[in-house]
């Protein structure tokens, strides 16, 4: 009975991957809104395929809309770049590809990693605070408007430290993340005339119609092996999420969009085999996804662990497959519609209320007030992830 629960977990996580392709639909929403159909290990194989399965249809989400996905985040800059030259499929084949090699990286050394984490984790977590400052400094130091990226860090930051210290909704982060990334991407409108700011232009939510150029993808080998040792190695470290992991990655190869989906797909891929890897080594959620394992399972074997994350990383293969065959088809015209946009503003306020009450339709009114004003800013989006980090940093002072 139990190998038919499990079965069933399988399936259905692989069949809810597809929900992926929907813009601005996060993992934890899913997970919140279907875990509850499962229990034993039918909740973790479903948690798993799930969150491995979505993968690529996310980034056919990712290359054919401009716009984030909260914090599923890929910044979606660089494959806009690429599209406009006609060069969508090589994106998307970046993207997969670099993404499974990073979940290979991240799988030949979770053995190693689980063996080490009793003598290295105490370590870490006694250097993520200045980790966290350093990062955060280079950030400013390194941005053109120092000023704008000063002044937005600490306000999305401060908004992070208010609202996850006390406590105000019991999903503040999905809110916080949403107010600050989706909202604004669907509230900022495609038919207005250009901006004159180069990040309005960056939430502007628009589908990419080009003539396909045929050009062969590159295989950054170097890259796909530090995507995934980093995603790895970040487990460790208290708040450092994939927003701020990717945020570096931006920071770092700004302009060379080839070089960063290819380091950003390893960090993802590698961070997809983490997440779970860490339940087991170091006993900790890092994701909203693998919470939900956390709290129904007081532990995660090492033999669970390394089997599901297989299959899951099996399921990502055959589904990266698939993806690349349908992405010609996949289109998003209907996003380009203001009343859609607006209706799904409205439901995301309506699911705050729901979940949390006036607590969650608080949160997600200021956090989106925060993300609506980042667009007036001259300075890089990145520094919004100051709203994890820095209650990160509080925590672990």
């Not at 955060?136 to 999305?156: E, H, S, V, W």
Request: aromatic fraction near 10%.
């Amino acid at each position: 009975m139990t190998e038919l629960l499990g079965l069933a977990g399988v399936f259905a996580g692989i069949a809810m991957g597809i929900t992926g392709i929907v813009p601005f639909l996060h993992v934890n929403t899913i997970v919140e809104l279907t875990s509850g159909y499962f229990a034993g290990s039918a909740l973790q194989w479903f948690v798993v395929l799930l969150v491995f399965s979505r993968i690529p249809f996310e980034f056919i989400a990712g290359v054919k809309v401009i716009g984030s996905s909260q914090d599923s985040v890929f910044s979606l800059h660089p494959f806009q770049k690429l599209a406009q030259r006609g060069e969508s499929k090589k994106a998307l084949i970046l993207a997969l590809s670099h993404c499974t090699a990073g979940m290979a990286v991240a799988l030949l050394l979770f053995p190693v990693v689980s063996l080490a984490a009793p003598a290295v984790y105490p370590i870490a977590k006694q250097l993520t605070a200045a980790l966290l400052i350093l990062i955060f400094g280079a950030f400013i130091l390194l941005n053109k408007n120092q000023l704008d990226a000063a002044t937005l860090a600490c306000l999305a930051g401060a908004l992070g430290i208010i609202v996850l210290e006390k406590n105000i909704a019991s999903n503040a982060l999905f809110f916080l993340l949403s107010g600050l990334f989706a909202v604004p991407v669907l509230l900022e409108g495609v038919e207005e005339k250009q901006t004159s700011t180069q990040n309005k232009e960056l939430y502007k939510p628009q589908t990419i119609q080009t003539k396909p150029v045929q050009t062969q993808p590159r295989f950054f080998k170097s890259l796909a092996i530090v995507g995934g040792l980093i995603a790895l190695a970040a487990e460790f470290l208290p708040g450092i999420s994939v927003t701020i992991l990717t945020a570096l990655a931006l920071l770092f190869f700004n302009g060379k969009e080839e070089e960063f989906i290819s380091l950003n797909a390893a960090i993802i891929g590698g961070r997809a085999v983490g997440d779970f890897a860490a339940l087991e080594f170091i006993s900790k959620a890092r994701s909203g996804a693998t919470a939900a394992i956390m709290e129904n399972f007081s532990s995660y074997a090492f033999t669970t662990a390394i089997v599901q994350i297989i299959v899951g990383t099996a399921a990502f293969a055959v589904l990266a497959w698939i993806a690349l065959k349908i992405f010609d088809k996949v289109n998003f015209a209907w996003l380009e519609k203001k009343g859609i946009r607006l209706a799904i503003v409205l439901l995301l306020f309506a699911y705050a209320f729901l979940v949390d009450g006036t607590g969650g339709l608080i949160v997600l009114a200021v956090s989106s007030l925060v993300g609506l004003t980042a667009l007036n800013f001259q300075c890089g989006r990145a520094v919004l992830s100051s709203v994890v980090v820095f209650p990160a940093i509080v925590k672990t002072i």
